[in-house]
Protein backbone atom coordinates (compact mmCIF):
# COMPACT_ATOMS: atom_id res chain seq x y z
CA UNK A 1 0.00 0.00 0.00
CA UNK A 2 1.21 3.47 -0.87
CA UNK A 3 0.66 5.55 1.58
CA UNK A 4 2.50 8.73 0.23
CA UNK A 5 1.73 9.33 -3.96
CA UNK A 6 3.84 11.82 -5.81
CA UNK A 7 3.15 13.33 -9.10
CA UNK A 8 4.54 13.86 -11.71
CA UNK A 9 7.25 11.43 -12.37
CA UNK A 10 9.44 13.94 -14.47
CA UNK A 11 9.51 17.46 -14.98
CA UNK A 12 11.07 19.77 -17.20
CA UNK A 13 10.73 23.76 -16.58
CA UNK A 14 12.92 26.44 -18.08
CA UNK A 15 15.02 28.53 -16.47
CA UNK A 16 13.35 31.18 -14.15
CA UNK A 17 10.40 29.42 -14.13
CA UNK A 18 8.41 27.88 -11.37
CA UNK A 19 8.51 23.85 -10.36
CA UNK A 20 5.50 22.94 -9.19
CA UNK A 21 5.63 18.81 -7.78
CA UNK A 22 2.38 17.33 -5.53
CA UNK A 23 1.98 14.69 -3.11
CA UNK A 24 -0.92 13.15 -1.39
CA UNK A 25 -1.13 11.20 1.90
CA UNK A 26 -3.26 8.50 3.41
CA UNK A 27 -2.36 8.47 6.77
CA UNK A 28 -4.41 11.29 9.17
CA UNK A 29 -1.91 10.17 11.77
CA UNK A 30 0.92 11.64 9.99
CA UNK A 31 2.07 15.12 11.05
CA UNK A 32 5.22 15.85 9.27
CA UNK A 33 6.05 16.55 6.13
CA UNK A 34 9.73 17.28 4.57
CA UNK A 35 10.66 17.18 1.07
CA UNK A 36 14.09 15.77 0.16
CA UNK A 37 16.84 16.53 -2.88
CA UNK A 38 19.08 14.19 -4.33
CA UNK A 39 21.03 14.29 -6.46
CA UNK A 40 23.09 11.14 -8.56
CA UNK A 41 25.23 8.91 -6.40
CA UNK A 42 24.46 11.17 -3.20
CA UNK A 43 21.82 10.46 -0.38
CA UNK A 44 18.57 12.80 -0.07
CA UNK A 45 18.91 15.80 1.62
CA UNK A 46 16.11 17.81 3.28
CA UNK A 47 14.96 20.59 1.08
CA UNK A 48 12.09 22.07 3.46
CA UNK A 49 9.33 20.65 6.13
CA UNK A 50 5.99 21.71 7.37
CA UNK A 51 4.16 20.45 10.22
CA UNK A 52 0.01 20.62 9.76
CA UNK A 53 -0.46 23.69 11.97
CA UNK A 54 0.36 25.76 9.09
CA UNK A 55 -0.15 25.90 5.84
CA UNK A 56 2.88 27.61 3.80
CA UNK A 57 6.35 27.52 4.19
CA UNK A 58 8.88 29.49 2.57
CA UNK A 59 12.89 29.20 2.56
CA UNK A 60 14.27 30.97 0.07
CA UNK A 61 12.77 30.20 -3.19
CA UNK A 62 11.65 26.73 -1.95
CA UNK A 63 7.82 26.91 -0.80
CA UNK A 64 5.51 23.90 0.79
CA UNK A 65 1.96 24.70 -0.03
CA UNK A 66 -0.42 21.83 2.67
CA UNK A 67 -3.87 21.13 2.70
CA UNK A 68 -4.86 19.10 5.86
CA UNK A 69 -8.41 18.62 4.63
CA UNK A 70 -7.51 17.04 1.18
CA UNK A 71 -4.26 15.87 2.72
CA UNK A 72 -2.09 16.94 -0.20
CA UNK A 73 1.16 18.94 0.13
CA UNK A 74 3.14 20.78 -2.73
CA UNK A 75 6.31 21.86 -3.34
CA UNK A 76 7.54 25.10 -5.45
CA UNK A 77 10.53 26.11 -6.57
CA UNK A 78 10.39 29.57 -7.65
CA UNK A 79 13.19 31.05 -10.21
CA UNK A 80 13.91 27.48 -11.24
CA UNK A 81 17.77 27.50 -11.91
CA UNK A 82 19.99 24.39 -13.72
CA UNK A 83 21.66 23.56 -10.56
CA UNK A 84 18.00 22.81 -9.06
CA UNK A 85 18.00 20.09 -11.57
CA UNK A 86 17.41 16.80 -8.88
CA UNK A 87 15.31 14.30 -7.63
CA UNK A 88 12.84 15.34 -5.40
CA UNK A 89 11.21 12.82 -2.98
CA UNK A 90 8.34 14.07 -0.84
CA UNK A 91 7.76 12.26 2.41
CA UNK A 92 5.94 12.13 5.47
CA UNK A 93 5.98 10.49 9.18
CA UNK A 94 3.99 10.39 12.53
CA UNK A 95 4.92 10.25 15.95
CA UNK A 96 4.35 6.71 16.20
CA UNK A 97 6.76 3.78 14.59
CA UNK A 98 9.77 6.15 15.33
CA UNK A 99 9.12 8.76 13.41
CA UNK A 100 10.13 6.49 10.17
CA UNK A 101 9.54 8.43 6.68
CA UNK A 102 7.40 6.96 4.34
CA UNK A 103 8.84 8.40 0.86
CA UNK A 104 6.72 9.12 -2.23
CA UNK A 105 8.20 7.77 -5.44
CA UNK A 106 10.55 10.72 -6.41
CA UNK A 107 10.00 13.41 -9.25
CA UNK A 108 12.65 13.88 -11.30
CA UNK A 109 13.45 17.20 -11.96
CA UNK A 110 15.56 18.76 -15.54
CA UNK A 111 15.84 23.29 -15.54
CA UNK A 112 17.13 23.60 -19.25
CA UNK A 113 18.58 27.16 -20.26
CA UNK B 1 31.87 15.11 12.16
CA UNK B 2 30.04 16.44 9.77
CA UNK B 3 27.62 13.69 8.83
CA UNK B 4 26.14 10.26 8.47
CA UNK B 5 29.43 7.84 7.09
CA UNK B 6 28.79 4.53 5.56
CA UNK B 7 30.74 2.21 3.81
CA UNK B 8 31.92 0.78 1.56
CA UNK B 9 30.41 3.26 -0.89
CA UNK B 10 29.76 0.27 -3.86
CA UNK B 11 30.34 -3.47 -3.06
CA UNK B 12 29.95 -6.21 -6.10
CA UNK B 13 29.41 -9.57 -5.13
CA UNK B 14 28.32 -12.92 -6.32
CA UNK B 15 25.10 -14.78 -5.88
CA UNK B 16 25.09 -16.37 -2.35
CA UNK B 17 27.75 -14.01 -0.71
CA UNK B 18 27.61 -12.09 2.24
CA UNK B 19 27.88 -8.85 2.64
CA UNK B 20 28.10 -6.49 5.50
CA UNK B 21 27.68 -2.28 5.36
CA UNK B 22 28.62 -0.05 8.26
CA UNK B 23 27.04 3.22 9.06
CA UNK B 24 28.31 5.92 11.56
CA UNK B 25 25.86 8.00 12.33
CA UNK B 26 26.36 12.04 13.44
CA UNK B 27 27.81 12.00 16.98
CA UNK B 28 25.08 11.78 20.00
CA UNK B 29 22.06 11.31 17.37
CA UNK B 30 20.31 8.49 18.96
CA UNK B 31 18.18 7.70 16.12
CA UNK B 32 19.41 5.10 13.31
CA UNK B 33 17.63 4.27 10.13
CA UNK B 34 18.55 1.91 7.20
CA UNK B 35 16.25 2.26 3.74
CA UNK B 36 16.92 0.81 0.81
CA UNK B 37 16.76 2.52 -2.76
CA UNK B 38 16.20 1.14 -5.58
CA UNK B 39 16.65 2.84 -9.26
CA UNK B 40 13.68 5.48 -9.96
CA UNK B 41 12.12 4.66 -6.72
CA UNK B 42 12.13 6.56 -3.21
CA UNK B 43 13.82 5.17 -0.03
CA UNK B 44 11.90 2.05 1.38
CA UNK B 45 11.84 1.88 5.15
CA UNK B 46 14.00 -1.38 6.38
CA UNK B 47 14.82 -1.27 10.49
CA UNK B 48 15.25 1.53 12.83
CA UNK B 49 17.45 1.85 16.22
CA UNK B 50 16.93 3.82 19.20
CA UNK B 51 20.28 3.72 20.68
CA UNK B 52 21.14 -0.20 20.68
CA UNK B 53 17.72 -1.50 20.73
CA UNK B 54 16.42 -2.62 17.28
CA UNK B 55 12.63 -1.19 17.60
CA UNK B 56 10.86 -2.14 14.32
CA UNK B 57 11.99 -4.20 11.29
CA UNK B 58 10.10 -3.38 8.00
CA UNK B 59 8.56 -7.17 6.04
CA UNK B 60 10.75 -6.21 3.58
CA UNK B 61 13.90 -6.96 6.29
CA UNK B 62 13.85 -11.10 5.31
CA UNK B 63 15.50 -13.79 7.31
CA UNK B 64 18.54 -13.29 5.59
CA UNK B 65 18.82 -9.47 6.61
CA UNK B 66 20.31 -9.22 10.02
CA UNK B 67 21.24 -5.34 11.61
CA UNK B 68 22.87 -4.51 14.64
CA UNK B 69 23.58 -1.67 17.21
CA UNK B 70 26.09 -2.31 19.57
CA UNK B 71 26.66 0.32 22.16
CA UNK B 72 24.41 2.55 20.19
CA UNK B 73 26.98 4.05 18.00
CA UNK B 74 27.71 2.67 14.42
CA UNK B 75 25.34 0.06 13.10
CA UNK B 76 25.92 -2.84 10.67
CA UNK B 77 23.81 -4.28 8.10
CA UNK B 78 24.32 -7.88 7.06
CA UNK B 79 22.68 -9.39 3.87
CA UNK B 80 23.28 -13.28 3.80
CA UNK B 81 23.25 -15.30 0.71
CA UNK B 82 22.77 -12.56 -1.60
CA UNK B 83 20.28 -12.41 -4.29
CA UNK B 84 19.75 -10.66 -7.60
CA UNK B 85 17.20 -9.18 -6.09
CA UNK B 86 19.02 -7.18 -3.18
CA UNK B 87 20.89 -5.21 -5.63
CA UNK B 88 20.02 -1.67 -4.88
CA UNK B 89 21.19 1.37 -2.76
CA UNK B 90 21.43 0.48 1.10
CA UNK B 91 21.37 4.35 2.91
CA UNK B 92 21.58 4.76 6.36
CA UNK B 93 19.90 7.80 8.21
CA UNK B 94 20.40 9.68 11.75
CA UNK B 95 18.32 11.48 13.99
CA UNK B 96 18.60 13.74 17.29
CA UNK B 97 15.98 13.27 20.48
CA UNK B 98 13.30 15.39 19.38
CA UNK B 99 13.71 16.50 16.19
CA UNK B 100 11.75 15.61 13.36
CA UNK B 101 15.35 15.80 10.72
CA UNK B 102 16.72 13.44 9.16
CA UNK B 103 20.23 13.32 8.15
CA UNK B 104 21.00 10.27 5.65
CA UNK B 105 24.25 9.34 4.09
CA UNK B 106 25.83 8.75 1.09
CA UNK B 107 24.15 5.25 0.62
CA UNK B 108 26.25 1.88 0.29
CA UNK B 109 25.27 0.88 -3.56
CA UNK B 110 25.19 -3.55 -3.90
CA UNK B 111 25.28 -5.08 -6.98
CA UNK B 112 24.76 -9.12 -6.89
CA UNK B 113 25.78 -10.84 -9.58
Known amino acids: QQQVKQSPQSLIVQKGGISIINCAYENTAFDYFPWYQQFPGKGPALLIAIRPDVSEKKEGRFTISFNKSAKQFSLHIMDSQPGDSATYFCAASGTGGGNKLTFGTGTQLKVEL | ?113
Request: charged share 25%; glycine share 10%; proline share 4%.
Open chain 2, 1 to 113: DTGVSQNPRHKITKRGQNVTFRCDPISEHNRLYWYRQTLGQGPEFLTYFQNEAQLEKSRLLSDRFSAERPKGSFSTLEIQRTEQGDSAMYLCASRGAGTGELFFGEGSRLTVL
